[in-house]
């Protein structure tokens, strides 16, 4: 079966440190990978999308980068971060297709101060 | 564009109450729509997923229900239980890329003892 591992569960970072969140997927090959962030009392927003290796597509622009090293691997990256990068981080997968589920991990609580 | 509404944004039910979750979208050229739950600090767990071409689908004591042309979607609880308590949210995707969903706010429901 399928699993998603997405680490650190929370995290507290100053203002103008770097960031790493590390997302992989089990049980799978060559899924469609996602970054999402909810902030609190509001929706979903999709930030990163792959659907390969090296393959990225920012759905909007930030101060947040992604990379794809491995096929099932999917990193949220930020060189200095901003008050305003506080949230909910979801890392998920889908199979390539619109008909296919999307799947969550735990999520990382990032908390800028 | 679409527009993913959830109505109300919170609800509250005595234990063994049957009930209803709504999701409304705008654009009626969607390619499904999915339904999750999210626990409080978590991610979301995905519950079912309802393509296009079909009406619903039923999962244990969930039923969700899909109709296009009116632009709604509602999931459906039999006999709730306190462990019900949770944000559903629904997603919907209206292209063939999955890169497309967009979610609904949300519904916080809690199931009273």
Redesign the interface.
Known sequence: SQTIHQWPATLVQPVGSPLSLECTVEGTSNPNLYWYRQAAGRGLQLLFYSVGIGQISSEVPQNLSASRPQDRQFILSSKKLLLSDSGFYLCAWSVPGANSPLHFGNGTRLTVT | KQEVTQIPAALSVPEGENLVLNCSFTDSAI??L?W?RQDP??????LL?I?SSQREQTSGRLNASLDKSSGRSTLYIAASQPGDSATY?C?G?S?????Q?T????TQLTVLP
């Open positions: 390619y499904n999915q999750f600090g978590k991610g979301l767990t995905s997923l393509q949210l997603a995707i292209s063939g890329s999955a890169r969903l979610f609904g706010s949300g």
